[in-house]
Every structure is written in structure tokens, then in C-alpha cells.
């Protein structure tokens, strides 16, 4: 299971790929909300000092990327042996910043409240079921003013081939990972970030995902997959 | 996530891995061969801010040569000249540059631009020879001519101001391990020495025996030989004060037994590259120096015309020929910069002590550029006939693009050695590099055989494919001012 999570040829390769573009939503969505430091704008320290907590990190893909960036990173799952596998992982990383604890959000959000400067929960939404509960838990972690990133599949006819049949049939994504009736669009996201949430949506971004190539790019279209960044009021 | 329950056991034997020995010696990048390539990627790394703090250690299988000494250099005069040159094009000016190594060469003055390229065949008659020279003037400055060791010895020394390069000499890599996944780290080990060193990258910039290229698993490596020796030496000719770019031009004549050219150094002063058999290679070697210019002279001029008339190889010839031609001539079949002139090739007077030598030529490919934690650059990853002066520029063109690619990538938090943009630089630099490599050995099969056949070959080829040797010239023209200026066509 370890190899199979972080090999980057395996199947979730996917998730490696992704890194490159859901980072830089990420810094910059960061930097246009003025909480980078200047100094640190395009290079390795993009991230210094910002608390970000990874909420279903998984194996810890995008959570080790984002403790390079030099973030205090803080990811959370829970599932254990996800957790187990993102914590031998992390040894691998020199001096950073980055803890994992496997428990579900209800149970960071008793002793996390206001606390972090950006969530990011990544290609998890679609697997949860009481996306409400689940928001606004994300929301009570987030400092007022602090950003809230999703990314997630539509939920299309696109996204029901991309996913289910593509997806699962020529083994680019394990079977039974997803189930599609979970998937949410992005007015219905938007609508509980901002009615139930107390968020501002800062931009929503399409994307694509080619799994020929293993390659992800931005489109004018949310048909198949999309990234959200909301930031909760002050 | 589906989970299984045999995790355990697996990750169980992986914390072993991670425990790695502490008697290995830690660099974030490895570069083996601190040749020319080598020496730009550690500068060009090194000067990245994306990569700064990261450090770099450069393994050397030669001694430390701490003979560079610029000023020295300037005020000695020609005799000084090395025999080893490069013609380097725009991009590797802009690369050179942007690691302040080429400003440390034109402040000195220790490079020549060539304003004016002529070609011309052997066999004279119609359809060449030096009544046909065809010429290429360059107005926005082709190419410069420098020595390997001015570059090398520019690159050293911005590489020696550099806090996060570490260099180590007489360090001939004689063992590398690459991981099969990125959980674990590359190690090399040097001959004779106890440490080894593990990196979360190493690039082999190794040359074309490349120890780091057998290492990479599933490699395969396409190569040949030549079957011709590059005989090298700095000349001195005749200078011709009626002519307006008077040691400025770079002359190349497509002799029967391959290309001979003449590269500027000033206005007195040229490096030889003369392609030729193995066996007349010998034979020049054995000549003493007034024997070797009465040599050299003949092959410049005229030729008396072949009358074997064998024309076996030609249709082989016409569709290499037209299959280049249609990569590099159709874009832009109006050019009229070139013009054929009447003039003379130019005359050589005498050839500098000890500057003769001859190194063997020959084609190789690396399928594979990377692996988990390994890239390849320079000769290490691809060997071309010098015929047009591309090879080094080659191995700069994959510097670019190989820090171009760690740069995006390390910014969005990934690992060094991270293999998604190891692939991304693999695609890039291969995309650039396969056409103009088949395009020059296109051309060497055509005009470099040592097969006394194809000159005569080449004439039907002509008249075949409806071409006058002025349009199939234009090929070279195409290879050697756009792609070889290394700036998209
Ligand atoms: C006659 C001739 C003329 C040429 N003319 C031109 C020209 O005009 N223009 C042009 O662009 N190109 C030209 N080339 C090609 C050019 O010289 C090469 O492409 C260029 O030198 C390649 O540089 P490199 O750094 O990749 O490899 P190299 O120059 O081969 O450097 C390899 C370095 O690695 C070191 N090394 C090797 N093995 C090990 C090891 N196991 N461990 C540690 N260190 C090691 C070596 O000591 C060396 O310093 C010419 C080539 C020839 C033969
Ligand atoms: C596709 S993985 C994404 C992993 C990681 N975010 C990444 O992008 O690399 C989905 C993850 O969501 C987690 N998950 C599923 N349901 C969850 C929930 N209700 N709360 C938090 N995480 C959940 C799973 O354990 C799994 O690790």
C-alpha cells in the first residue's frame, strides 16, 4: 500500500502531477490576499510561517510539497494507515515543518478553532458525505480572513465518463473510489461557503485532467474538475 | 482509499531504508564532469533563486587546472591559442550571461564573432566548387568563436564564488546507485576514495563514455562510429585585406573525404576542424608541419572532378536529402541573404607547434535523458558529428531546459529530484535536440562519406530531386543560422 501510494508511477500518480498546478492556486491565492511577504515571492519560502492545515491529507502528497514551501503544515485523515504512511514519508524531508494526526475534522476542530491561516482540503469533498457539517468545521479551523482552498470533480455527465469509466476502467483510478452521486457542482459549493460559511468566493478555476499523458491544465470550463478559493470574513 | 492489510510488512522494510548510513556524505545535487556543460549546469543551478541554500557538489575526473589566468592570457598574443574551440550560438551567449561568465570573456576580449559563412563543395564543374562558394552573411551575429578552455575557465571561476558549489578533482565516479523509487536516494562512489555521496539528484554531464547513462535502468543507448577522425589545429593564413569580414569568416568546404573547416580566431589566426578517414588521418599525423600545410592547402582548393561515375548511393541520398529539406526548408524558401560569390578559400601559412591532434567522431543517442533521481546532459545524453558545430551548444541547450524545468518544479514544493519534471525536461530537450541531431548526420552521410562514390551521387541527387547545390546548401543554411542559432525557426 505504501508503494502503491507514493509511487510515482502508480495510479495516483494523478495526485503527484496535480501538485505543480494546486500549489501555485495556492500561492497565488495567498499573494493576492497580501499574506505572503514580498521577499519570499518566488522562491522557496513562499510559504514561510503560514499555518496550513491539509485536511484528509492522505499519504501526504501535496502536504510534503507544501512543508518544502516552508509552511507549517499540519495534515490530518482518518484513515491510520494513510496516516502512518505520510508520517514515514515525511522522514525524508529535512527541517521542515510538517505533523500528522489522524483524526477527522470534528475532532481538530474542538482544540483548532481560529487557528490556521489557509485549509486545504484537496480531491476529498467528493468523498464526504455530510458536505455541510464538514464545511463549516473547515471554516471554524480557518482564521478570520484566512483562505479556504477546495479542489474537487463536478458533478457532469463529464465527470461521471472521466471518472467512472475512464477513470476505472483502464485502472487510473482504484474501482470504488468514487461514487459520483457524492460529487458536488460549483454553485452548490459556493452557495454553502457563503450562505452557511460567512465566505467570500475569491475565484472558482476549471480544470482538466488528461490521463494519457498524466497531465493537468486550466480551462475556461468546470464541466470536469474545478478549484475554489474562499475567504472567510473578517 | 481503498486500503489493504498488508501495508505493515511493507512500510516495516521501507523505515530500514530510510535509515540510511550517516558515513555517506549528503549533497541535494550530484553533477559528474565538470566539463563545459557540467561546469554551466552547477553555475546555472547555483545562480537559480528557486534553488538557492541547496547544495551542489561537483565530481571532476581531471586534476584541478589552474591555468586560467585571464590577464595572462590577454597580454600573450596569438601563439597562446588553445586547439580545442567551440562555435557557441546565441542561446549558450544568453545562458553564458545569465551566469556571468560570458562578460568575464568579451570584457577580455577572448572571443571572435563570425560575420560571414562560405561553403562550398569539392568537385568544382557546375555544380559547385570554389566558383560557387556560397556565402551567408549575419548580421545579427551567428556565432562566436571561443575556446573550450576560455569557457571552462569563466565558468570555474564564477563556479569558485559560489558558496553552495562544492568541487572535488581527481574524483572519477567509478560507481552510481539509483534508487528504483524516489524514497530513496542516489549514491555515487569515486575510485579510490572511501566516502561515497548520496543526492536527491544526480545529473551526469559526464561526457560520451557516461558512467551515469549505463546506470540508468532500462537505458538504451543508440551509437556509432564514424569511422573518421576530427584532426584539429591552429592555423595561421594569409589575411586578405580586400576582404570586408577579414577574420571574421568561418570557412567550410565539403571535401570527398568529409568537411574541413576553418574557424576565425583573429585576423591571422584559425582552428582547423578537418573531418577525414581514419587512415588519412594517419597518414596527416605522420607529416611534418610544412608537409601538413602543403596538405591542408590542397584539400582547400581546388580538386581535380571524379570520374567514377558510381552512383549507387544516390537514391539513399535523395530521400535523406528531401526528407530534411522538407524539416528545415520549407518554413522559409524566400530567403535571398545568401548570395554565391566568386572567391577564393583562404591560404594557410602556417600551423602552430604542438597544436595538431586528432580525436575519433562518432553518433550516440540516449533513449533515456532520466530515471528516478538521475538526469542526463551535454555528450553524456547525446554525440554529434562537429560538422556543424552543435555539440556543446546542445549540452547548453539541456542546461537551460533542465533548470528551467527543476525551477517551476522545486517552486511548487517539489523534491529536487521530483521525476514528473525529470520526464518534463527528458521531453523537451529530446524534442529540440533528435531533429537537429538527425539533420546533421543526414548531412554527414551525404557529403562525409569516406566512399568515394557519393560526390558523383550527389550531382544526380541534384538533378533528381530538381535542386542546384546553391538550394541544397540552403539546408546547411537553415541547420547552421536558425537551428543552429538555437532561437526557434
Ligand atoms: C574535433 C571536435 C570539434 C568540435 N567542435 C565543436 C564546435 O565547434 N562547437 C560545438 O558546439 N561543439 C563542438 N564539438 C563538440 C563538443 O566538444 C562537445 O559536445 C562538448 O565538449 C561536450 O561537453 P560535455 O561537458 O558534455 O562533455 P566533455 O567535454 O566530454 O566533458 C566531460 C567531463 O567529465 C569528466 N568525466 C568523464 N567521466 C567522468 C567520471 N566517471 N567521473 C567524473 N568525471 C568524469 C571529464 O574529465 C570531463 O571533464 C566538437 C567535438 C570534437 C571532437
Ligand atoms: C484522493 S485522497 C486525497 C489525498 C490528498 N488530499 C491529496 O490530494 O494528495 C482522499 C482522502 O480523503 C480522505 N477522506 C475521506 N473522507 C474524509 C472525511 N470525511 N474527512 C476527511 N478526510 C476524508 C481519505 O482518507 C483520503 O485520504
Known amino acids: 500500500m505504501k508503494d502503491y501510494w507514493w509511487n510515482s508511477n502508480g495510479p495516483l500518480n494523478a495526485l503527484h502531477s496535480f501538485n505543480p498546478l494546486r500549489v501555485s492556486f495556492i500561492i497565488n491565492g495567498l499573494t493576492n490576499m497580501k499574506k505572503i511577504k514580498t521577499k519570499n515571492i518566488g522562491t522557496r519560502q513562499s510559504l514561510e510561517n503560514i499555518k496550513i492545515l491539509d485536511v484528509g491529507c492522505g499519504g501526504g502528497v501535496l502536504t510534503e510539497a507544501l512543508a518544502r514551501l516552508d509552511s507549517h503544515v499540519t495534515g490530518i485523515d482518518p484513515s491510520k494507515e494513510l496516516i502512518t504512511i505520510a508520517n514515514d514519508h515525511a522522514k525524508f524531508l529535512r527541517n521542515k515543518n510538517i505533523k500528522y494526526l489522524n483524526e477527522s475534522i470534528e475532532e481538530h476542530v474542538t482544540s483548532n478553532t481560529e487557528s490556521y491561516d489557509a485549509i486545504v482540503t484537496s480531491e476529498v469533498l467528493e468523498h464526504v458525505s455530510n458536505k455541510y457539517g464538514f464545511l463549516t468545521n473547515c471554516v471554524d479551523c480557518l482564521k478570520p480572513g484566512g483562505s479556504l482552498f477546495i479542489t474537487t470533480p463536478n458533478r457532469t455527465i463529464f465527470s461521471w465518463l472521466s471518472v467512472k469509466v475512464i477513470g476505472e476502467t483502464f485502472d487510473f483510478i482504484p474501482k470504488g473510489t468514487h461514487e459520483w452521486e457524492k460529487f458536488i457542482c460549483p454553485h452548490e459549493l459556493q452557495s454553502i461557503l457563503e450562505i452557511n460559511c460567512k465566505c467570500d468566493t475569491i475565484s472558482i478555476n476549471g480544470l482538466s485532467y488528461n490521463p494519457f499523458t498524466n497531465r493537468w491544465s486550466w480551462t475556461d470550463s468546470t464541466d470536469v474538475s474545478y478549484a475554489i478559493h474562499a475567504v472567510k470574513n473578517t | ?489
Open chain 2, 1 to 489: 482509499m481503498l486500503l489493504n492489510s498488508s501495508t505493515k510488512r511493507l512500510y516495516l522494510s521501507l523505515c530500514n531504508v530510510a535509515n540510511y548510513s550517516s558515513s555517506k556524505k549528503y549533497y541535494d545535487i550530484i553533477i559528474t564532469g565538470g566539463g563545459m556543460v557540467g561546469c554551466a549546469m552547477a553555475c546555472k543551478l547555483a545562480k537559480e533563486p528557486a534553488l538557492r541554500g541547496m547544495s551542489i557538489l561537483l565530481l571532476e575526473g581531471g586534476p584541478n587546472r589552474n591555468q586560467y589566468d585571464f590577464n595572462a592570457k590577454k597580454n600573450t598574443f596569438d601563439n597562446s591559442y588553445s586547439n580545442r574551440v567551440s562555435a557557441v550560438n546565441k542561446s549558450t551567449i544568453q545562458l553564458l550571461q545569465s551566469v556571468g561568465a560570458w562578460q568575464i570573456i568579451s570584457d577580455l576580449g577572448l572571443c571572435n564573432v563570425v560575420k560571414e559563412m562560405r561553403i562550398w563543395n569539392s568537385g568544382g564543374g557546375r555544380s559547385g566548387g570554389v566558383n560557387n562558394m556560397l556565402t551567408f552573411n549575419n548580421d545579427d551575429d551567428l556565432a562566436y568563436i571561443v575556446e573550450n578552455d576560455i569557457i571552462l575557465g569563466a565558468l570555474y571561476k564564477q563556479i569558485n564564488e559560489e558558496k553552495s558549489i562544492t568541487v572535488n578533482y581527481n574524483s572519477r565516479v567509478n560507481q552510481c546507485n539509483l534508487p528504483d523509487s524516489h524514497k530513496d536516494l542516489a549514491t555515487v562512489k569515486v575510485a579510490n576514495g572511501e566516502t561515497s555521496f548520496e543526492t536527491s539528484l544526480l545529473i551526469g554531464s559526464d561526457g560520451y563514455g557516461s558512467k551515469v547513462r549505463s546506470a540508468i535502468n532500462g537505458q538504451q543507448y543508440i551509437s556509432w562510429e564514424y569511422g573518421q577522425r576530427a584532426v584539429v589545429a591552429t592555423l595561421h593564413i594569409q589575411s586578405d585585406e580586400d576582404d570586408i569580414y577579414k577574420g571574421h569568416v568561418a570557412w567550410q568546404k565539403f571535401a570527398q573525404l568529409g568537411p574541413l573547416a576553418v574557424l576565425p580566431l583573429d585576423n591571422k589566426t584559425c582552428s582547423l576542424v578537418w573531418t577525414t578517414s581514419y587512415e588519412e588521418a594517419n597518414r596527416l599525423a605522420e607529416l611534418n608541419d610544412n608537409e601538413f600545410i602543403d596538405a591542408l592547402n590542397d584539400g582547400l582548393s581546388e580538386e581535380k572532378e571524379s570520374n567514377n561515375s558510381s552512383l549507387l548511393l544516390a537514391d539513399d541520398a535523395a530521400r535523406i536529402v528531401s526528407k530534411v529539406l522538407n524539416k528545415y526548408c520549407q518554413l522559409n524558401n524566400n530567403d535571398n541573404q545568401n548570395r554565391k560569390i566568386k572567391s577564393t578559400p583562404p591560404v594557410v601559412i602556417g600551423v602552430i607547434k604542438d597544436s595538431r591532434a586528432s580525436f575519433p567522431l562518432g553518433f550516440g543517442h540516449a533513449c533515456q535523458y532520466v530515471g528516478q533521481r538521475v538526469a542526463l546532459v551535454g555528450d553524456a545524453a547525446h554525440r554529434i558529428h562537429p560538422l556543424a558545430g552543435q555539440g556543446v551548444n546542445l549540452g547548453f541547450n539541456d542546461v537551460i531546459e533542465l533548470s528551467d524545468q527543476l525551477n517551476h518544479s522545486v517552486l511548487a514544493g517539489a523534491d529536487i529530484g521530483d521525476l514528473n519534471a525529470l520526464l518534463n525536461y527528458e521531453t523537451a530537450a529530446q524534442r529540440h535536440n533528435i531533429p537537429i541531431m538527425l539533420g546533421v548526420d543526414a548531412i554527414q552521410k551525404i557529403y562525409g562519406s569516406s566512399n568515394n562514390f557519393v560526390p558523383p551521387a550527389i550531382t544526380t541527387l541534384i538533378r533528381n530531386v530538381g535542386l542546384s547545390f546553391c538550394q541544397s546548401a540552403s539546408i546547411i543554411k537553415k541547420l547552421l543560422s536558425d537551428k543552429a542559432s538555437g532561437l526557434p525557426v
